[in-house]
C-alpha cells in the first residue's frame, strides 16, 4: 500500500542553476529507468516530469532567481522550513501522477488517493531522513 | 514573433512540462496494457452511448413502419394460430343428452372447401376415416343451424352433403308444438339463407318468426334450432304447408362444422332397415 519512492530526491536535488530543459530531460530520462523496470513504461517519467514542474514553478516563486546562494537546494543550505514545503509538494506531486497513472481510471479514487497519500508520507519521512543523514555529515 | 518567443521563453518550464508530461503519457497508454485497454474502454464506452442514443432516436422515428409490420406480423401469427388449432382440435366434445342414456359427441372440424352456388352443393372438412367419422353422419354448425349429412369419407378428408342439396331432407319440428316436417331446399328458390320446411299438416297454426328446429327423428339431436319461419303459405292440392324459413346459419361463411358421433347410430340404423320400405 505505501511504497516509498526515494530516486525522486535525485531530482529535487540537482542544482539551481540547471536549465530548464536539461532538468526535463533528465527527470525524463530518469522515470523512464524507472518504467524499464517497473514494467510500466511512461508512468514514472510522467510523473518526474510533473516533479520537475513544480521544482521548477518553486524555485522560482520562492527563491529570487539571479543570486542563487547555494548550489543545490538541499536541507543543510535550504532550512528545514524551505525544504519541508519544497518535499512536500514535491513528492506529492509525483504520487499523484503516478498512481493515478497507475491505476488509469477515476472509479478508484478514494483508494488512489489513500494510497497516494500513505506513499508520500512514507517517501517524505525516507527523504528528510537521507537528507538529515547527509546534513549531519556535512555540518559545518 | 518576437513576443511570442519572449512569452514561450518565460513560461518555457511549463511548455517543456506539457510536451514531456504528453509524451509520458502517450508512452504510458501506448505500452502499457492495462491502460491501452482502459482507453480503449472508455472510448468504447462514449462511442457506445452516442450510438445508443442516435438508436433511440431512430428507434423512436421508425415506430410507424415498425407497428405496421408488427400488427401485420400479429395478424398472421393470429390466422396461423386459428388454423392450427383447428387442424389439431382433435379432441372431441361430449354433450350428455338429459334424457340421460343418449350420448352425442362433437367433433369439430374445418371447412377448407365450400359451395353456396351450385344445385347440388358439397362441402369438404378435414377430418376424416381417421377421425372417426363415417358416412350418415350429421353436421350442424358451431352456433346454430344445421349443415347436413357426411357423404364420401376418406383417411383424412370427408364430404358433407350440405343442406343445399336437392337429395337432402332433415326431419324438423315447430318449436312451438311439435309438428313434424322435414326441411328442404332449393325447391323455388336457391338462396343459401333460405329453406324450406314440408309435410307440416294443414290444421297446425304456423306463424312468421316461429322458429325450427331438428326433431330427432334423423340422426341430428332433437332441438337444434334451424331457422325462422319468414313465410307461410298452403300448397295447392296439397294437405301439408309450404313454410320458408330463414335459416339461422350462413352457409357463404362456413369456417369450422360439429360433426356429432351418435353413440347408437349404428343400432338406429339396424332396427329401420328391419321395416321393410314401403315407398
Known amino acids: ?84 514545503l519544497y518535499a512536500i509538494l514535491c513528492v506529492f506531486s509525483h504520487h499523484l501522477v503516478l498512481f493515478f497513472l497507475e491505476t488509469f481510471r477515476l472509479s478508484e479514487l478514494s483508494y488512489t488517493l489513500l494510497r497516494c497519500f500513505l506513499s508520500g508520507i512514507f517517501t517524505l519521512f525516507t527523504l528528510i531522513l537521507i537528507e538529515f543523514i547527509f546534513y549531519n555529515r556535512k555540518a559545518r | 514573433m518576437r513576443n511570442l518567443w519572449i512569452f514561450i521563453n518565460r513560461y518555457n518550464a511549463f511548455f517543456l512540462f506539457i510536451i514531456f508530461f504528453i509524451f509520458g503519457i502517450v508512452l504510458t497508454v501506448r505500452n502499457n496494457a492495462y491502460q491501452q485497454s482502459a ?21 423512436y422515428l421508425n415506430l410507424g413502419p415498425v407497428n405496421d409490420s408488427l400488427a401485420a406480423e400479429n395478424a398472421k401469427l393470429k390466422t396461423e394460430l386459428l388454423m392450427l388449432k383447428r387442424i389439431d382440435s382433435a379432441k372431441k366434445i361430449t354433450v350428455k343428452d ?19 352456388t351450385l344445385r347440388n352443393n358439397i362441402i369438404t372438412i378435414n377430418k376424416g376415416v381417421a377421425d372417426g367419422i363415417a358416412t350418415g353422419m350429421p ?38 308444438n311439435n309438428a313434424l316436417g322435414s326441411l328442404v331446399w332449393g325447391t323455388n328458390n336457391f338462396d343459401y339463407r333460405k329453406a324450406f320446411v314440408k309435410d307440416i299438416p294443414n ?35 296439397d294437405n301439408s304447408m309450404a313454410i320458408e324459413i330463414r335459416l339461422f346459419n350462413d352457409f357463404s361463411t362456413l369456417q ?9 347410430a349404428a343400432e338406429q340404423k339396424e332396427l329401420a332397415s328391419k321395416v321393410p320400405n314401403e315407398q
Open chain 1, 1 to 84: 500500500m505505501a511504497t516509498p519512492f526515494v530516486y525522486i530526491l535525485f531530482l529535487m536535488l540537482l542544482p539551481f542553476g540547471i536549465p530548464n530543459l536539461l532538468l526535463y530531460l533528465i527527470a525524463f530520462l530518469t522515470g523512464l529507468t524507472l518504467d524499464a523496470f517497473y514494467d510500466t513504461l511512461g508512468v514514472n517519467a510522467a510523473a518526474c516530469v510533473a516533479l520537475a514542474f513544480v521544482r521548477i514553478s518553486f524555485i522560482s516563486i520562492t527563491l529570487n532567481r539571479d543570486g542563487f546562494d547555494e548550489p543545490e537546494p538541499t536541507l543543510g543550505n535550504m532550512g528545514f522550513k524551505w525544504f519541508i
Open chain 2, 256 to 264: 369450422y362444422v360439429y360433426v356429432i358421433l351418435d353413440k347408437y
Open chain 2, 98 to 116: 338429459s334424457l340421460g342414456n343418449q350420448q352425442y359427441t362433437y367433433l369439430s372440424a374445418r371447412v377448407i372447401k365450400n359451395s353456396i
Open chain 2, 203 to 237: 290444421h297446425f297454426k304456423v306463424n312468421i318468426k316461429d322458429t325450427v328446429v331438428t326433431s330427432g327423428y334423423s340422426s341430428f339431436p332433437p332441438g337444434i334450432p334451424v331457422g325462422s319461419i319468414i313465410n307461410t303459405g298452403v300448397a295447392a292440392g
Open chain 2, 139 to 176: 353436421v350442424i354448425s358451431p352456433g346454430v343451424g344445421v349443415v347436413g349429412y357426411i357423404r364420401d369419407v376418406s383417411e383424412h378428408l370427408a364430404n358433407i352433403q350440405s343442406l343445399l342439396h336437392k337429395e337432402t331432407k332433415i326431419s324438423v319440428s315447430l318449436k312451438k
Open chain 2, 39 to 59: 482507453a480503449v474502454n472508455s472510448t468504447n464506452e462514449v462511442v457506445g452511448d452516442v450510438y445508443q442514443n442516435l438508436n433511440v432516436l431512430k428507434k
